[in-house]
């Protein structure tokens, strides 16, 4: 990236949330620290309160590495512990990680081009799920199939270019300053939520390909589950947040939900027609699955039918019965968004 050796790369600082990460902290640590990057570089680990050797390998990355730090997040909750991170770091440009989450090589060295050429305030790249056993190896699959997640361009890849949001984020810290960082109502779609504050002030936020983040799934039927649960509800709080933000493919899984419960009662009450829906569905998730499963082992071909309906069934679950009172709440933390001149005029 740097040509010219006259041309002092920006310091970077790296921000990480951590709860319950034994297994992938060391290897995401490792991968910040093994950027091919020429700037200078902190990492900022935001501990929660784990109940695993979280903070053991924690404390051992800092013993090992005088770039890395660790700051408390007493909440475990993820906007609070991003929002530790940042007012503990220093530098100018600010990459989130999470615990589970391993950059490429040259991540960094590409996300600070891609600001200069861009002038974004925040640009992300793809969110590239990678198992390690064959039920992970199945949701990855899930995770990077248009019949798992439609058209994000996060998950399945895209042109660059403008984006409403963006998986994680590289940062310019005034943009972050300048929004007085996350809001930690949010306790998931705080990515979204920021971002929405950013382009509200007149910033860009930039979507990327050559950016690309390994991300570790969810280890089981159970846990994966209650992530897209989580995902589920908390879209249909931004959705209440911001009216314009829904779309077709945000509807597609809450509507699958609902025509599935509905062909299954019809069809044990009323006619066997009723469970031609919930037979469709089967259907198209098995076809779906095989070229989603291309190159796997066959236990983990097996699995990504398992995946997709824990994905889509959750997600629509969790969209369905999100309570407006937490909608409610959130809309009452609003943060209106802060122009970077009407910042100047007030300071």
């Known amino acids: 990236m740097n040509a010219n050796p006259d041309v002092r790369l920006p310091a970077v600082s790296v921000i990480m949330p951590v709860l319950d990460e034994e297994r992938h902290l060391r290897g995401a640590v490792q991968a910040i620290l093994a950027q091919e990057y020429a700037g200078e570089m902190e990492v900022v680990i935001a501990l929660g309160p784990s109940t695993d050797r979280t903070d053991e390998i924690a404390a051992e990355l800092v013993a090992e590495d005088p770039r890395v730090h660790t700051v408390p997040n007493p909440t475990g909750r993820t906007p609070a512990a991003l929002n530790a991170a940042i007012n503990a770091s220093r530098h100018p440009i600010v990459v989130r990680v999470d615990g589970h989450g391993m950059l490429s090589p040259n991540y ?12 974004a305030q925040n640009v992300g790249g793809i969110m590239h799920a990678e198992g390690e056993n064959d039920w992970e190896h199945a949701v990855a699959a899930a995770m990077t199939s248009k ?8 998950h399945t890849g895209g042109q660059a270019g403008p984006a409403e949001t963006v998986y994680l984020g590289v940062f310019r810290r005034e943009a972050l ?3 007085g960082g996350y809001n930690v109502e949010f306790i998931r779609a705080q990515d979204w939520e920021l971002n929405f504050r ?9 979507f990327s390909p050559e950016l690309k983040v390994s991300y570790r799934p969810r280890p089981s ?34 509507t699958a939900v609902c025509a599935i419960a509905a ?6 009450l009323l006619t066997p027609w009723g469970f031609l829906v919930p ?23 097996l699995q990504i039918p398992v995946a997709l309906a824990t994905m889509h069934m959750s997600w629509g679950w969790g969209f369905l019965t999100s309570p407006r009172s937490l909608a409610k709440k959130v809309i009452a933390s609003r943060r209106p968004a802060v122009r970077a001149d009407a910042d100047a005029a007030t300071g």
């Not at 960094?108 to 002038?119: F, K, N, Q, S, W």
């Not at 950013?198 to 930039?206: D, K, Q, S, T, Y």
């Not at 062909?263 to 044990?268: N, Q, Y």
């Not at 037979?279 to 071909?301: E, W």
């Open 147 to 154: 019949i798992g997640v439609g058209n994000a361009s996060f």
């Open 263 to 268: 062909g299954i009662l019809v069809g044990a």
């Open 198 to 206: 950013i382009r509200e002030a007149g910033g860009l936020i930039w």
């Open 108 to 119: 960094i060295a590409t996300a600070v081009r891609l600001l200069e050429e861009t002038g």
């Open 177 to 179: 300053e300048q929004q």
């Open 221 to 254: 039927v159970k846990a994966l589950a209650k992530q897209y649960k989580d995902y589920g509800r908390w879209r249909h709080v931004v959705a209440r947040f911001h009216e314009g933000s829904i779309n077709l493919r945000y509807l597609a899984p809450p």
């Open 279 to 301: 037979g469709g569905y089967l259907a198209a998730i098995l076809l779906g699955s095989v070229p989603a499963g291309k190159g796997l082992p066959l236990k983990a071909r």
